[in-house]
């Protein structure tokens, strides 16, 4: 599963609609202080379902809303889409393999209401999570390696530092399941 793009709309600065393409070769992303490169990180892992302010490096998740600035009020909505190319259609449930691309999308309305979506369609958290397992892309997982990320890995403890290799060994989603399978 490779990252195609994202279209951010009123998630923390990004006030006006964002879209950044990932063409092929696009690992990184740079730029002055303060300019919004870990607010882009934020997105990523906020569309795949990060349900921790405090892992967006704020204090309720209304926070991820553009708050306004010195010129412009804020904002009642903050829209998140990311697309991915489908490029591995057998590892993805069943309902999602015949697409050449997924688009997972999260809002969410300063009145509390929030909503998920799969090719625009609504969606569950749950939906979201499943297409992702074992793929390397999950909210917590590794494809993402954000500021201070390598120092936590190397000083990780030895149980946290193993989820991590059995992320990308592809182990994580049968032990999912299993774990599903023995709650039943
Ligand atoms: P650094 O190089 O220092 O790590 P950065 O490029 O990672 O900087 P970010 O942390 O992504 O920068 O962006 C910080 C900016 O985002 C700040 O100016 C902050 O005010 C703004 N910001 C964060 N949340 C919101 C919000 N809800 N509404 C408006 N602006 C926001
Ligand atoms: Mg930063």
């Known amino acids: 599963m490779r990252i195609r793009r994202l279209d951010i709309v009123g998630f923390?600065?990004?006030?006006?609609?964002t879209v950044i393409a990932f063409d092929d070769g696009v690992t990184g992303v740079v730029g002055p202080n303060g300019c919004g490169k870990s607010n882009v990180a934020d997105s990523?892992?906020?569309?795949?379902?990060?349900?921790?302010?405090?892992?967006?490096?704020g204090r309720s998740m209304e926070d991820v809303i553009f708050n306004g600035s010195e010129s412009k009020p804020p904002l009642s909505m903050a829209e998140?889409?990311?697309t991915f190319v489908n490029d591995r259609p057998s590892e993805l449930p069943?309902?999602?393999?015949?697409?050449?691309?997924?688009?997972?999308?999260r809002r969410l309305f300063r009145t509390g209401e929030s909503e998920y979506l799969v090719n625009g369609?609504?969606?569950?958290l749950l939906d979201v999570?499943?297409?992702?397992?074992g793929s390397g892309v999950g909210r917590t997982a590794y494809s993402i390696i954000?500021?201070?990320?390598?120092?936590q890995i190397v000083s990780a403890r030895p149980e946290d530092r193993r989820a991590i290799i059995e992320e990308a060994a592809g182990i994580t989603k049968y032990k999912k399941r299993r774990e599903a399978a023995e709650r039943k």
Do not use: C
Not at 47 to 53: I, K, M, R
């Open 12 to 17: 923390k600065s990004f006030m006006d609609k």
């Open 44 to 57: 990523i892992r906020w569309v795949l379902g990060e349900q921790s302010a405090r892992h967006l490096r």
């Open 80 to 82: 998140v889409m990311l």
């Open 94 to 105: 069943p309902q999602y393999q015949g697409f050449g691309e997924i688009t997972v999308g």
């Open 121 to 124: 369609v609504q969606a569950r």
């Open 129 to 133: 999570n499943d297409i992702f397992f």
């Open 146 to 151: 954000e500021q201070g990320r390598i120092g």
